[in-house]
């Protein structure tokens, strides 16, 4: 018996173990790791420069999206030079076989980003750049709401608020890519849910709320999720679909839509971070010399501006340097998996920043002082086993359909009729909707 039931564990491990998809493990975990270093970067750029929060939202985007553009030119400018040296005549022979319509010829070197002309290479066909842009714009427009609602609803509040990212986009992934989930994703879903709202609200969230920017808050999470469910719609559509293409393009409409929308911030009282940008509204004038003032704290120019601190730029390039690395490994981890496994791993950044506001060490790298560590507490461990034990429900038809399927085969095809067939087909498709989902 108790051979038996050795068996039994170490089959069950080993099944668990080859179903893990440990790619989107580690960029799952590049994403968290990037992601708190992320909140710790902004919090602490808030505090060199504070004041400009229009000017930081495109200013950090628009760093990152030029180490993305850079990274795309030189890798298919490299990728042409190495193709062209080994074999001149390949990118010829290869771009006459897709002109044929031949799809094997993708093997002399399609993935490096050698057979297409350089703009399509660098730029994506016109379907995919249809996408690209209204990704960007989607996420322009969730950053505007949730910056333009920022100070007016409770921080604890916007992480909850925030969560509904999860349920957005596994509805808009229901209606536009028609998927279906069965019981062991719902329960995965609704643990992480619970899970990141356990971490935040016992420290309590009623207070400093305005209802109706609450909800404008929570309404910036929709537009965020069809941008992650059309990520994996691109990947699906065309399998050679780059990740720092798509970053870039993405990240540059986003970032013009959030220029084009800076008027806003004229309006009185609409743009605050620790009290109101313009109290009493600002004109055109106005606001393009605020903006030339966050510059000048973010070079350094003497004599600083008013809410500026020696040393801002550090922070800056550190919270675009993690919100750079955090937006790649989101892409990846889309492509690898889907768009609501990539957002369910993200939830574990709200129990994973509150453990990592507890080490003073990792607070010290991004400037901030002992001061403000935060002690782990009961909640913030309960909603991280909730988390994990979310994410590890969500996967259980991975771990345990394969195992039922076959331990009810016998029965069933015993039993004879069509039942059987229909109950062996059911569990087919639920396996290969498991496997395209993991």
């Not at 309404?219 to 798509?246: H, Y």
């Not at 909730?386 to 771990?399: E, K, Q, R």
Request: include cysteine; glycine fraction near 10%; proline fraction near 5%.
């Amino acid at each position: 018996l108790h051979d038996c039931i050795a068996d039994l564990a170490m089959s069950a491990a080993s099944q668990m173990a080859a179903a893990v998809p440990w790619r989107a493990v580690g960029l799952g975990a590049l994403m968290l790791i990037s992601g708190v270093g992320n909140f710790m970067s902004f919090w602490a750029m808030g505090q060199k420069i504070s004041g400009y929060p229009m000017m930081l939202l495109y200013t950090y985007n628009g760093m990152y999206a030029l180490v993305f553009l850079f990274l795309l030119v030189s890798r298919e400018l490299f990728a042409t030079i190495r193709m062209a040296r080994l074999n001149p005549e390949v990118t010829v022979i290869s771009a006459k076989a897709i002109g044929q319509g031949g799809e094997k010829a993708g093997a002399l070197g399609a993935h490096a980003g050698t057979l297409d002309p350089l703009p399509v290479r660098l730029c994506g066909n016109r379907k995919q750049h249809r996408f690209y842009l209204v990704m960007g714009l989607a996420t322009g427009l969730s950053l505007e709401l949730q910056q333009l609602a920022n100070g007016k609803v409770n921080p604890d509040m916007q992480s909850i608020l925030y969560q509904l990212y999860l349920p957005f986009t596994a509805m808009v992934s229901s209606l536009y890519l028609r998927k279906r989930f069965g019981k062991w994703e719902i329960l995965g879903g609704v643990l992480v849910l619970g899970g990141a709202i356990a971490v935040v609200v016992p420290a309590g969230v009623t207070e400093g709320n305005r209802l109706v920017w609450a909800f404008v808050y929570g309404l910036g999470a929709l537009p965020l999720a069809m941008a992650c469910v059309l990520q994996e719609e691109v990947f699906r559509q065309v399998d050679q679909t780059s990740v720092l293409q798509m970053s870039f393009w993405s990240t540059f409409y986003g970032i013009l839509f959030n220029i084009a929308t800076l008027p806003i911030a004229m309006i009185p009282n609409m743009v605050y971070e620790d009290g109101p940008v313009f109290p009493h509204g600002a004109s055109f004038a106005t606001l393009m010399e605020h903006q030339a003032d966050g510059f000048r704290c973010l070079f350094g120019r003497q004599p600083l501006p008013h809410g500026c601190s020696p040393g801002a730029w550090l922070p800056v390039v550190e919270c675009a340097l993690s919100y750079g690395v955090n937006v790649y490994a989101c892409m990846a981890l889309v492509r690898e998996v889907s768009a609501v496994t990539a957002v369910l791993l993200g939830s574990l950044l709200v129990p994973g920043t509150a453990v990592a506001s507890a080490v003073p060490a990792l607070l010290g790298l991004f400037g901030i002082g002992a001061s403000q560590v935060m002690p782990v507490t009961w909640y913030v461990i309960l909603g991280g086993l909730l988390c994990v034990s979310g994410i590890i429900a969500y996967h259980g038809d991975a771990f345990f359909g394969p195992a039922n399927a076959k331990a009810k085969a016998p029965s069933l095809d015993a039993s004879g009729g069509n039942e059987g067939k229909d109950s062996e087909t059911s569990c087919s498709e639920s396996s290969q909707e498991s496997v395209q989902v993991v």
